[in-house]
């Protein structure tokens, strides 16, 4: 009888606490949650390391998270913070911004980039208001019911603001589910249904510490679990991560390619709405044809800026912010 061969440290046998091993015999199935060997080192550094970041704050209230979870998407924190900060001065509570016209948020949004989030935070100011008191629901499934909130931000805003027991999917928690767990460079390009499994599996049954692994992944994979340049030096879990324990293998999927901007159809947006932004009066075509020298491109980017109820086109050929 050939001896059995010694599983590879990427396999699920030889991954302290991976997912499969619940369907295993053993002590390990009966005695112990599949994600323990990874939520106290995780938490115990996210209490010593996180960020003392403003949404973290008890004063930032539900509101404050939910804004910090629109502006953050693709967003670096670095060009989140001034304009938060401005934002919640502005309207601190969800009743304040519903009371403007979109065409304010838009304008507030400055130079975050994808504005369409800016219509989206409106929306649900709106609805927020009309449907719930000003008060940003708890419940998860009313979360989610709110224009513009899709299944991520509903699980961060019940997560972060009201500690509820709820899967965190990021694209930083993914990277380090992936190599922590899977034994991957990269998690796959869109969330798979085997991410949003393991990602249950993973979380603490505990409500308040499945809240806190839910901040504390993110945080991980934002400070040390990167994209690039990864310091396992100073990850809380580097001897469990099943990637690093394989010799760290080169992502085998598409090619990942970093996106363009300039010259592109995005930059004459953010050129056309920069215009818009500085003027509080309409604004005639001819000058916003001095923005961008092919005409083409130019009315093609305008035209996607109508089109997403980011502009709005007025008689005799002006142009404006939305007033609705």
């Known amino acids: ?81 001034p304009v938060y900060e401005q934002w919640l001065a502005r309207w601190p509570r969800p009743a304040d911004l519903a009371a403007e016209a979109s065409g304010e948020a838009v304008r507030a949004w400055g130079r975050l980039g994808y504005p369409r989030r800016a219509l989206r935070l409106h929306g649900a100011a709106v609805a927020i208001t009309e449907r719930h008191g000003g008060d940003v629901p708890t419940d998860h499934a009313q979360l989610l019911a709110l224009p513009g909130i899709g299944e991520y931000t509903a699980a961060a805003v019940a997560s972060f603001a009201y500690g509820q027991r709820h899967p965190v999917l990021d694209t930083n928690v993914r990277r380090v589910f992936a190599r922590a767990v899977t034994g991957v460079r990269y998690p796959p390009n869109a969330t798979t249904a085997a991410e949003r499994k393991l990602a249950r599996a993973l979380l603490p049954v505990d409500e308040h510490t499945a809240s806190r692994w839910a901040a504390a992944s993110m945080e991980l994979g934002a400070l040390v679990c990167t994209a690039k340049n990864e310091d396992c030096h100073r990850c809380p879990i580097a001897a469990l991560c099943a990637w690093r324990l394989a010799g760290k293998p080169e992502h085998e999927g598409p090619p990942r390619r970093g996106q363009t901007y300039a010259g592109t159809d995005r930059q004459v947006r953010g050129k056309l709405l920069a215009v818009l932004r500085e003027a509080h009066e309409p604004v005639p075509q001819a000058v916003l044809d001095r923005v961008w020298h092919e005409p083409v491109q130019r009315a093609r980017a305008l035209d996607g800026l109508v089109s997403d109820g980011l502009v709005e086109p007025l008689a005799g050929g002006f142009y404006r912010l939305p007033q609705s």
Do not use: N, Y
Not at 22 to 31: L, N, Q
Not at 37 to 66: Q, S, T, Y
């Open 1 to 81: 009888m050939t001896a059995p061969t010694k599983p590879s440290p990427s396999s699920p046998a030889a991954r302290p606490g991976h997912p499969e091993d619940s369907d295993r015999p053993g002590p390990v199935a009966e005695d112990r949650h599949p994600g323990d060997p990874f939520h106290a080192p995780v938490i115990d550094w996210f209490d010593e390391h996180a960020r003392d970041l403003p949404w973290r704050r008890p004063e930032a209230g539900a509101w404050g998270v939910m804004v910090s979870e629109f502006m953050l998407q693709q967003t670096p924190v670095t060009r989140v913070l």
